[in-house]
């Protein structure tokens, strides 16, 4: 595996090294002691998957409010997605700013996320599924968001938004 650094202090794109033979490939996708090395969070707690009917798509963008606050490490399993985060850590250097990436089965790429980010995507292809690897438990408590269309943060989504949630939708902006 290697860390592929993305501009935002202490996210990475995790790229795997495989090891290929006549029958395929093998390559680690998650490490406790490498990604300590690298000076992430190893803690994995939670496993879940998200499942998305139409191209389009766009979920997020999500975070959990400290003390509750959530690293992952986020794959796509089926279809495409394009994968973004945004820094919303509080006196960070690079608050505000995002960065966006395509995850597809193919590339076999994971983007790490570290506590202290909201995180959404878009399904670049039908029937799209997203693996999610989590360091903390789901607190609905602590769940918050902001707006996938904040002007002050600018995201450039891939594609129209065909489909997002009333909830997501109506997230305020950053800052308010």
């Known amino acids: 595996m290697r860390a592929i650094e993305t501009g935002l202090a202490g996210a990475v794109v995790v790229e795997p090294t495989p090891a290929s033979d006549e029958r395929g490939f093998f390559a680690r996708t998650w490490c406790a002691r490498t990604f300590?090395?690298?000076?992430?969070?190893?803690?994995?707690?939670?496993?879940?998957?998200?499942?998305?009917?139409?191209?389009?798509?766009?979920?997020?963008?999500?975070?959990?409010?400290?003390?509750?606050?959530?690293?992952?490490?986020?794959?796509?399993?089926?279809?495409?997605?394009?994968?973004?985060?945004?820094?919303?850590?509080?006196?960070?250097?690079?608050?505000?700013?995002w960065f966006g990436i395509e995850l597809?089965?193919?590339?076999?790429?994971?983007?790490?996320i570290p506590k202290g980010f909201a995180h959404g995507f878009q399904t670049l292809a039908d029937d799209s599924e997203v693996y999610y690897q989590i360091s903390v438990e789901y607190v609905a408590e602590a769940a918050r968001g902001i707006r996938h269309d904040d002007p002050a943060v600018g995201i450039v989504w891939p594609l129209p938004v065909a489909v997002i949630s009333d909830r997501d939708r109506n997230l305020p902006a950053l800052g308010a």
């Open 36 to 97: 300590a090395e690298w000076g992430l969070d190893p803690a994995l707690t939670q496993c879940s998957v998200s499942f998305n009917h139409r191209r389009g798509t766009v979920r997020g963008m999500h975070y959990q409010a400290d003390p509750h606050g959530e690293a992952k490490l986020v794959r796509c399993t089926q279809g495409a997605i394009y994968d973004v985060i945004v820094d919303v850590r509080p006196g960070s250097a690079t608050h505000g700013r």
């Open 104 to 112: 597809t089965p193919a590339n076999h790429k994971a983007l790490f």
